[in-house]
């Protein structure tokens, strides 16, 4: 059911906002530079409030009280969590860098998250979205674990089948290749100085035949190259 719902939205939201409706999606595709930090932060923001208003009126609509579960940290539940994520993301971001475009889109979007559901459901409850755990079950493994398997699902694709360089990767490479330059721009020591200094004249002495003087690098007379 939830793949087919988030499958309705993206066909008719997906042109107007981006059908952004998880803060596990905003922050994947924001590692990946594909939206602003300005419009991840308003997502997010929207996404929380939008769920906790979904709550409040199922909740006078059923004229039932919703009680938040609080879970620890369970490794298990995290596990679960972070692999459902990490399908629904992964098949997320295929479809976005291959420009697929209304009912596909919509098809690889909810097939990816009733996938994901599949995974996670052996061991949590299969949530998969921070923003609508805040009103469910309060509890690390449901609010960090789906965020560390989207955005390793996120920059996975993005580097083996996207080819791009992006988040941790392109961190290293800047590294390196900031080392490598200070290398090349590091000033020589005086014994290298000293080193490099006497030895070509020394060359071109030895080349020419001419006579040192004693204790000196430098040949005495005048030196003709052919």
């Not at 939830?2 to 981006?18: C, D, P, R, Y």
């Not at 509890?139 to 960090?144: D, K």
């Not at 000033?187 to 204790?215: E, I, M, T, V």
Request: hydrophobic letters at 50%; aromatic letters at 10%.
């Amino acid at each position: 059911a939830a793949g087919l719902t988030l499958m309705v939205l993206v066909s008719t939201l997906g042109k107007t906002s981006g059908s952004q409706l998880n803060p596990v999606v905003t922050l994947s595709l924001w590692s990946v530079k594909k939206i602003k930090t300005v419009q991840a932060i308003l997502y997010i923001a929207m996404q929380c409030v939008g769920a906790l208003l979904a709550l409040r009126l199922f909740s006078y609509l059923t004229g039932s009280t919703a009680n938040v579960e609080k879970a620890g940290m369970d490794w298990k539940i995290f596990a679960a969590e972070a692999a459902g994520a990490f399908v629904f993301v992964f098949g997320i971001s295929s479809a976005l860098y291959q420009k697929f475009e209304g009912g596909r889109l919509a098809a690889a979007i909810g097939g990816s998250l009733f996938i994901g559901i599949l995974v996670a459901s052996p061991a949590s409850f299969a949530i998969l979205n921070p923003a609508i755990a805040l009103g469910v079950v309060w509890g690390s493994p449901y609010f960090v674990g789906p965020i560390v398997g989207g955005v390793v699902a996120a920059n996975i694709y993005a580097l083996l089948f996207a080819g791009e360089q992006v988040g941790l990767t392109t961190v290293a490479a800047k590294l390196s290749a900031t080392t490598a330059t200070s290398k090349k721009t590091a000033p020589k020591s005086r014994s290298q100085r000293q080193a490099g200094h006497g030895r070509p004249w020394l060359w071109l002495g030895q080349r020419a035949g001419r006579a040192r003087r004693p204790g000196s690098n430098f040949p005495c007379g005048r030196i003709r190259v052919a």
